[in-house]
């Protein structure tokens, strides 16, 4: 299957974010191992990989009710806590499908209980690293096993008792960080973690609001053991689905689009800082909290942008916008240096050869580095026919810049784009930019 993208004579509307990927997740799991009763989670998000999370969760015994949600929302879930210690040994192979957060936070529930499970994933999940994981979990005393050394999954967990941590993270992964945070909830003892930068902290904001005692000190944190009480929560808008929108608001000659409940969460928002820097006509609205989480309209207009350089501190800030980062470099004037991010070469696809690999047959000269890559700006993106590398952020940037591009743009295998924004390509019909 494909689908062909041309420019729309204009952009223009309003446009809801769907839920956040990473919130609705932690949502599920933490509230499952809460001890207190039934939370309710509200516009969760439509994507595959968290209901990756749902199947899983209710393989290992719990009751989650999920009903469609209403005028423009995402579904409403509900969700029955069974404590720390009340997973029950599911009957299979538990499957994650794509996502390496389910992955990754599903290790540190998993690990060191007195049950067998397995975990593992689709081609993409089963190549990304694990290890990284899977060593700290040990040293805290979980029994892992895995392929190639206990680095890639499937992932055996066959139990252990865990002991507290004093971590030196060697990534800054919201993902490592979390999967570390669950297992020191379990742990005898108190689990510091010394991050290397900053990365998202929706875990750190969910656990303390469910009475964990968590503090952070400059870039450590400090976790003791703890029960769980339940929360409920409204997810925000997706950022990084957001950010889609952002950029072909801002890069379209003749664009005003609104996109409204956008999760506005600093550690999350590199993609609002780095097209501001760029020079872009986005300005914040309507700032208010949601289920503590920073949310706002965000209302981006067109605009000539300049490439800048994005390395250091606010990479993993924005790390799952670099591809769409990547369509704004290329019509922008003057070259964007990405550096520091190595990470993307081992995200669902190789996010750095995927995205030099598009631009070039688009017609831009971006060259891939290392750790980034160098976008040369002043381009008019090309036609063509692409992959989408079995990614779903590849698959939507191909759509935007499609939205922008002198020539249509088609997209082979589009429906990846599931796996975190179902509506996606609704959205780009909507605007009239759907051709084939
Ligand atoms: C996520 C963390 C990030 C991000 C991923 C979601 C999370 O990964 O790329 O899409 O929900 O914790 P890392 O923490 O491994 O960088």
New binding site residues.
């Given amino acids: 299957m494909s689908v062909t993208i041309a420019r729309p004579q204009s952009l223009r509307g309003e446009i809801i974010a769907p839920g956040d990927?990473?919130v609705s997740?932690?949502a599920i799991m933490f509230n499952a191992l809460s001890h207190t009763g039934t939370a309710s989670v509200t516009n969760f998000s439509p994507g595959a990989d968290c209901t990756s999370t749902v199947e899983i969760m209710r393989s290992l015994g719990i009751e989650i009710t999920r009903e469609s949600g209403r005028n423009g929302m995402g579904d409403s879930l509900t969700v029955k806590g069974v404590g720390l210690n009340g997973l029950q040994e599911p009957a299979s192979v538990l499957d994650a499908g794509n996502s390496?957060?389910t992955t990754?936070?599903m290790s540190g529930i998993l690990a060191g209980r007195d049950i067998l499970t397995i975990l593992t994933g689709d081609e993409s999940l089963k190549s990304r690293p694990m290890g990284r994981v899977v060593e700290p979990l040990t040293q805290m005393g979980a029994s892992i096993s895995g392929r190639a050394n206990n680095t890639l999954a499937p992932l055996v967990f066959h139990g252990g008792l865990l002991h507290g941590t004093s971590y030196e993270m060697p990534?800054?992964?919201?993902?490592?960080?979390?999967c570390l945070l669950l297992a020191g909830l379990r742990a005898d003892d108190t689990t510091t973690l010394t991050q290397p930068a900053e990365?998202?902290d929706?875990?750190e904001r969910m656990l303390s609001a469910m009475g964990v005692s968590i503090s952070k000190s400059g870039l450590d944190l400090v976790l003791e053991p703890s029960d769980l009480e339940t929360v409920d929560i409204e997810v925000p808008g997706d950022i990084?689905s957001a950010a889609f929108w952002m950029v072909a608001g801002v890069c379209h000659p003749d664009a005003e689009l609104l996109i409204r409940n956008v999760g506005t969460n600093p550690t999350r928002a590199g993609i609002i800082t780095a097209l501001q820097m760029m020079g872009a006509d986005l300005t914040l609205h309507d700032e208010r909290q949601v289920a503590g989480e920073p949310v706002a309209d965000v209302l981006v207009r067109s605009s000539q942008l300049h490439g800048i350089e994005l390395s250091g501190d606010i990479v993993?800030l924005l790390?799952?916008e670099i591809p769409v980062i990547a369509v704004a470099a290329a019509v922008a004037e003057g070259q964007t240096v990405v550096r520091d991010a190595e990470?993307l070469r081992v995200?669902e696809s190789d996010r750095i050869q995927a995205s030099v690999s598009w631009l070039n047959g688009a017609g831009v000269e971006a060259i891939g580095t290392s750790d980034g890559m160098i976008v040369p700006g002043d381009n008019t993106i090309g036609g063509g026919q692409f992959q989408s590398y079995d990614d779903h952020r590849l698959a939507m940037s191909l759509g935007i810049a499609g939205l922008i591009s002198a020539d249509p743009i088609t997209i082979l295998d589009p429906d990846v784009a599931g796996i975190s924004y179902p509506g996606f390509w609704q959205t780009i019909e909507d605007f009239g930019g759907l051709i084939g």
């Fill in positions: 990927k990473s997740h932690r390496g957060t990754r936070l990534v800054a992964s919201a993902q490592l960080k979390s990365s998202r929706h875990t990084s993993p790390i799952d990470e995200k």
